[in-house]
């Protein structure tokens, strides 16, 4: 049967990714059905085949003979005359069954359908893409970057769907050109004028989950759960993972030989400061491995109020605070505590790391002092002033200025 101009738009729709075949021919089917309720009043005597594989296409219709002029259902029934041009042996009350041509429904009509067949198949690839990244929510999508403009990245994945990468779901350190590969997890999906929109993300907590999931066999096989994760992307993040089976550590799983595991992930988040822990339903040992690298002399925990005061030696509080902050304020998410970081008054009198003093004396000061190995206040003021200006490239004033705050601190 010639098919007119619907073969090439069955080529078409085989391409079509997401629809399977059943859904295909229903559709098809559908269409032509309409045109034969247009031509003929009614299409229940009538008979589809559609092959989507090679575009063949069968339409049959049948209708009971009856004698001439005495037909009262031209949809259903076929006059002797016309019954005899079909099959000279057909008599009255035979079944007469006739292939339909496409041409016999005409030019306009074959290319009205033509038009209809594209769209309701657009239209399914659409919601077919929907429900597709809809149950893919949280999981890891690698495509290559399509287009980069200032608020988003356009990305393509291997099927050629458009996901977005918006600005604010980036890593700070992010920079991607085109035709580069980028990894990231499926954030939300949302309709807009009804076409998908697709949104990726690298700064979700999912996103390192899932990484660890890819890096760490122990994990994806279940035998090390993930139970927290805290991120301030670019910056740091600290997992807290728990072993069911004793014989598993499950913070040197996770770190891998020589940090070999946790190195690909590291580099995937621009060198994200990753601390992994130890889960304990300890709250008080929970915090203390939250707040590390720091160590801990003593804490209080008020539960009621979900508070926690923590004590440490004038040269642990700056590790437990952290650059930025963010040691302090992660741990206090890890956990669900607000912890209050105090010097221990036992210990006053003891040294002070160098970074305590941040507020009086400019970083790069604080710099040039630590590249000479004197990290405290102390080996400090056990130099002289002759001597830190040959070791330093300071001047002698901005010294003295120095060593001026630093006595003050064990006055």
Not at 158 to 166: K, Q, R, S
Not at 215 to 243: C, M, Q, W, Y
Not at 309 to 335: C, E, H, M, R, W
Not at 379 to 407: A, F, G, N, P, Y
Request: glycine share 4%.
């Amino acid at each position: 049967m010639s098919n007119i101009n619907l073969i090439d738009s069955f080529q078409e729709f085989k391409e079509f990714k997401n629809i399977d075949r059943p859904t295909m021919m229903s559709v098809l089917e559908d269409v032509f059905r309409s045109m034969l309720r247009k031509k003929y009043g009614t299409d229940e005597n009538c008979d589809i085949i559609v092959n989507t594989d090679n575009g063949d296409l069968e339409i049959w219709r049948s209708g009971k003979v009856v004698e001439d002029e005495f037909s009262e259902d031209d949809a259903l029934e076929v006059e002797l005359t016309e019954a005899k041009s079909i099959d000279p042996d057909l008599e009255v009350g035979d079944e007469a069954i006739e292939a339909v041509t496409l041409e016999s429904f005409g030019r306009r009509a074959v290319l009205a359908a033509r038009q209809t067949l594209v769209s309701k198949i657009l239209e399914l690839e659409k919601d077919e893409i929907y429900k597709k990244y809809k149950d893919r929510i949280g999981e890891i999508v690698t495509g290559e970057v399509y287009q980069v403009w200032k608020k988003e990245i356009l990305i393509m994945d291997d099927d050629n769907n458009e996901l977005i990468l918006p600005k604010t779901e980036q890593i700070p350190a992010d920079f991607f050109k085109k035709g580069e590969t980028v990894k990231a997890v499926v954030a939300r999906v949302d309709m807009q004028n009804s076409n998908p929109r697709i949104i990726i993300s690298r700064i979700v907590p999912s996103f390192l989950e899932r990484l660890f999931e890819q890096e760490v066999p122990e994990v994806f096989d279940g035998l090390i759960t993930i139970k927290n994760i805290v991120r301030e992307p670019g910056e740091r993040a600290k997992v807290a993972v728990e072993s069911y089976d004793d014989r598993i550590d499950p913070v040197g799983a996770c770190v891998g030989m020589k940090g070999s595991r946790i190195h690909g992930i590291v580099r995937e988040l621009k060198n994200e400061n990753i601390d992994v822990i130890n889960y304990t339903n300890n709250i008080s040992l929970y915090i203390q491995r939250a707040l590390s690298p720091a160590k801990i002399t003593t804490i209080k925990i008020d539960e009621d109020h979900k508070r926690a005061s923590v004590f440490l030696k004038p040269d642990q509080v700056s590790l437990a605070i952290g650059k930025g902050g963010y040691n302090i304020k992660l741990a206090g998410k890890l956990t669900g505590y607000e912890i209050d970081v105090y010097r221990d008054a036992e210990t006053d009198d003891e040294d002070v790391d160098l970074e305590e003093f941040s507020d009086e004396i400019e970083s790069w000061i604080i710099d040039e002092f630590k590249a000479i190995g004197c990290d405290t206040a102390k080996s400090i003021l056990s130099l002289s002033v002759e001597d830190l200006v040959k070791r330093t490239d300071l001047e002698e004033e901005t010294i003295r200025e120095v060593m001026q705050v630093l006595r003050a601190e064990f006055e």
